[in-house]
């Protein structure tokens, strides 16, 4: 990059800035031509409006006292020659304004450590406005930073949609689950010695499962939760299975499957049924950050909480970003397509393909071929340039797990069909294997380096239990003061009712009213009492657990 500095250039029309021979601003109207480019925006409210090097911030103060309060500002510079001339020359009256945040990342990939989830949670589309010649710079960066708000934008309204439909159910898990944690293994535990094949239960694993059964006995399989009745079928054992899913849909993936001697990572907010018949010994947990909650701030400064992953959605996802922190040797993915050909979602032995094929017969149609075609379909350009049929949900994930691959190197994908991974092809798992006994050749270390252990241990029966009822005096405050507001609604019963949700807000998970609405408070009352009964039930079963011999 060069290394000429910006010179700031006085006119009769204001300061302008010129930079590598070229004027970054008209040489000599700058304010009037940047005002005139931003007077014509039309920004919605709750919009996210991107400017594209801010510089001196012509034109943004007639363009901030248009816009309404909903509005938030992001004043991006990706030319860090031009950073400091923003921060000198920048009006305090911009600068102090509540809707503004100022990001000035090294590189576009480093945006996302600057700029926090709330504002894209709080906005509902992004613009991006180029008021300066600072845009030119770096163009395409720009608009792949308009692109990334984009996703990350509809991300958090799907995560927020998702939380009022499955808030309430979550953290009813999350108290199942916490009786469960000082019998269970921690992470950590999980050291896999041989190279990691990281299995999906997407159709391409059929034609894999020969070779991945002929050479079992050389891999570490760590398997999504849907796999495990295909896997079975061709007598196929993981060493580790991984389950997110908060609902009891995915309990038939396990049918058959008890007293299996495979690891068992699950969610933290899953479904506990899945664990209950576990050998604790062959139980660990992980957290994923779905949803925020003092209550989970309050686990983790007690040190309760499970090791923690961001919002990944798919199972797959999950379980490729667990075996990165798992093992530092080669990764294989199999069978993780996110498309799917008609009539098929799954691999054959998926229990949802089982269930719709057994209900089929001469009188009642089968339903899978319907039911693909029944999602809103996009034909898009697979990993061999091919084209697939996937859909909208199935994109966000693939567009994850491509991100994480292309942080971690390393990873391999083997199969045949589905969307791109960003993972390095092979033809094989023995093509695979062939790459990770180069590496450890190569880096002269074992053919499979596990991670390297951490001394964590699980959290104890006394240290949940003490966590547990102070939590219950927390929601016990919060039902008895929603009681009240319900009686009596007051400015000092409404306010009493705020300061203790604002400690037990996951009580108001889920509730299709806004907590501070004056009709909501009968129904809070009512969500307390419910967690009321999980936690009882939760310190019921942490006081049979035997104490941790030392």
């Given at each position: 990059?060069?290394?000429?500095s910006?010179?700031?250039?006085?006119?009769?029309?204001?300061?302008?800035?010129?930079?590598?021979g070229?004027?970054?601003?008209?040489?000599?109207?700058?304010?009037?031509?940047?005002?005139?480019?931003?007077?014509?925006?039309?920004?919605?409210?709750?919009?996210?409006?991107?400017?594209?090097?801010?510089?001196?911030?012509?034109?943004?103060?007639?363009?901030?006292?248009?816009?309404?309060?909903?509005?938030?500002?992001?004043?991006?510079?990706l030319?860090?020659?031009?950073v400091?001339?923003?921060?000198?020359?920048?009006?305090?009256?911009?600068?102090?304004?509540?809707?503004?945040?100022?990001a000035?990342?090294?590189?576009?990939?480093?945006?996302?450590?600057?700029?926090?989830?709330?504002?894209?949670?709080?906005?509902?589309?992004?613009?991006?406005?180029?008021?300066?010649?600072?845009?030119?710079?770096?163009?395409?960066?720009?608009?792949?930073?308009?692109?990334?708000?984009?996703?990350e934008?509809?991300?958090?309204?799907?995560?927020?949609?998702?939380?009022?439909?499955?808030?309430?159910?979550?953290?009813?898990?999350?108290?199942?689950?916490?009786?469960?944690?000082?019998?269970?293994?921690?992470?950590?535990?999980?050291?896999?010695?041989?190279?990691?094949?990281?299995?999906?239960?997407?159709?391409?694993?059929?034609?894999?499962?020969?070779?991945?059964?002929?050479?079992?006995?050389?891999?570490?399989?760590?398997?999504?939760?849907?796999?495990?009745p295909?896997?079975?079928s061709?007598?196929?054992?993981?060493?580790?299975?991984?389950?997110?899913?908060?609902?009891?849909?995915?309990?038939?993936?396990?049918?058959?499957?008890?007293?299996?001697?495979?690891?068992?990572?699950?969610?933290?907010?899953?479904?506990?049924?899945?664990?209950?018949?576990?050998?604790?010994?062959?139980?660990s947990?992980?957290t994923?950050?779905?949803?925020?909650?003092?209550?989970?701030?309050?686990?983790?400064?007690?040190?309760?909480?499970?090791?923690?992953?961001?919002?990944?959605?798919?199972?797959?996802?999950?379980?490729?970003?667990?075996?990165?922190?798992?093992?530092?040797?080669?990764i294989?993915?199999?069978?993780?397509?996110?498309?799917?050909?008609?009539?098929?979602?799954?691999?054959?032995?998926?229990?949802?393909?089982?269930?719709?094929?057994?209900?089929?017969?001469?009188l009642?149609?089968?339903?899978?071929?319907?039911?693909?075609?029944?999602?809103?379909?996009i034909?898009?350009?697979?990993?061999?340039?091919?084209?697939?049929?996937?859909?909208?949900?199935?994109?966000?994930?693939?567009?994850?797990?491509?991100?994480l691959?292309?942080?971690?190197?390393?990873?391999?994908?083997?199969?045949?069909?589905?969307?791109?991974?960003?993972?390095?092809r092979?033809?094989?798992?023995?093509?695979?294997?062939?790459?990770?006994?180069?590496?450890?050749?190569?880096?002269?270390?074992?053919?499979?380096?596990?991670?390297?252990?951490?001394?964590?241990?699980?959290?104890s029966?006394?240290?949940?239990?003490?966590?547990?009822?102070?939590?219950?005096?927390?929601?016990?405050?919060?039902?008895?003061?929603?009681?009240?507001?319900?009686?009596?609604?007051?400015?000092?019963?409404?306010?009493?009712?705020?300061?203790?949700?604002?400690?037990?807000?996951?009580?108001?998970c889920?509730?299709?009213?806004?907590?501070?609405?004056?009709?909501?408070?009968?129904?809070?009352?009512?969500?307390?009492?419910?967690?009321?009964?999980?936690?009882?039930?939760?310190?019921a079963?942490?006081?049979?657990?035997?104490p941790?011999?030392?």
């Amino acid at each position: 990059m060069n290394d000429e500095s910006p010179s700031v250039v006085d006119t009769t029309d204001g300061l302008t800035i010129v930079f590598r021979g070229r004027n970054l601003y008209h040489p000599t109207t700058p304010q009037q031509s940047a005002c005139a480019r931003t007077e014509s925006v039309e920004v919605p409210d709750f919009t996210l409006v991107i400017v594209a090097s801010p510089l001196l911030g012509h034109g943004l103060l007639p363009l901030l006292r248009r816009c309404g309060d909903a509005c938030r500002f992001l004043l991006l510079e990706l030319e860090p020659a031009l950073v400091e001339v923003t921060r000198r020359h920048m009006p305090r009256e911009i600068l102090d304004d509540p809707r503004v945040t100022i990001a000035t990342p090294d590189t576009p990939n480093q945006l996302e450590h600057e700029v926090s989830r709330a504002l894209f949670a709080h906005c509902r589309r992004a613009t991006l406005i180029r008021p300066t010649g600072g845009y030119a710079l770096h163009a395409r960066h720009y608009h792949r930073v308009l692109e990334w708000s984009q996703d990350e934008i509809r991300r958090a309204w799907q995560n927020r949609l998702t939380t009022m439909h499955m808030g309430r159910l979550w953290f009813r898990n999350l108290f199942d689950n916490l009786s469960l944690l000082p019998t269970a293994q921690p992470l950590s535990a999980v050291t896999p010695d041989r190279p990691v094949v990281v299995v999906g239960a997407g159709p391409s694993l059929e034609a894999l499962l020969p070779s991945l059964r002929e050479l079992r006995t050389s891999l570490f399989v760590l398997a999504v939760d849907t796999a495990v009745p295909v896997l079975r079928s061709a007598a196929i054992q993981p060493d580790a299975v991984v389950a997110v899913e908060a609902q009891h849909a995915n309990l038939g993936d396990f049918i058959g499957s008890h007293g299996s001697s495979f690891h068992r990572i699950v969610d933290v907010f899953s479904f506990p049924g899945v664990t209950r018949q576990t050998k604790p010994d062959r139980l660990s947990y992980f957290t994923s950050r779905a949803v925020e909650s003092r209550l989970l701030d309050r686990l983790r400064t007690e040190k309760i909480l499970p090791p923690e992953l961001p919002p990944l959605g798919s199972v797959g996802v999950v379980a490729v970003a667990l075996a990165t922190d798992l093992t530092t040797s080669p990764i294989a993915l199999v069978g993780l397509d996110f498309a799917y050909p008609d009539g098929k979602s799954h691999a054959r032995g998926a229990p949802w393909m089982i269930r719709e094929l057994v209900r089929t017969d001469r009188l009642r149609r089968g339903e899978i071929y319907g039911a693909c075609l029944a999602r809103p379909r996009i034909t898009v350009p697979g990993k061999t340039g091919a084209l697939c049929k996937s859909d909208i949900v199935l994109l966000s994930y693939a567009e994850q797990l491509r991100a994480l691959c292309a942080q971690r190197p390393g990873i391999f994908d083997v199969s045949p069909e589905g969307l791109p991974t960003g993972a390095q092809r092979v033809s094989g798992i023995n093509a695979f294997l062939t790459h990770a006994v180069r590496e450890a050749e190569f880096t002269n270390q074992v053919s499979a380096a596990p991670r390297a252990a951490e001394t964590v241990r699980a959290p104890s029966a006394e240290q949940i239990s003490l966590f547990l009822k102070r939590e219950r005096e927390l929601v016990d405050a919060t039902r008895k003061a929603a009681l009240s507001a319900a009686a009596e609604l007051t400015p000092i019963t409404q306010r009493a009712l705020e300061r203790t949700l604002s400690e037990t807000d996951y009580v108001a998970c889920g509730l299709p009213i806004a907590p501070d609405a004056p009709e909501a408070a009968r129904p809070i009352a009512a969500a307390a009492g419910f967690f009321l009964v999980r936690i009882d039930r939760a310190l019921a079963r942490l006081a049979t657990v035997s104490p941790r011999r030392s």
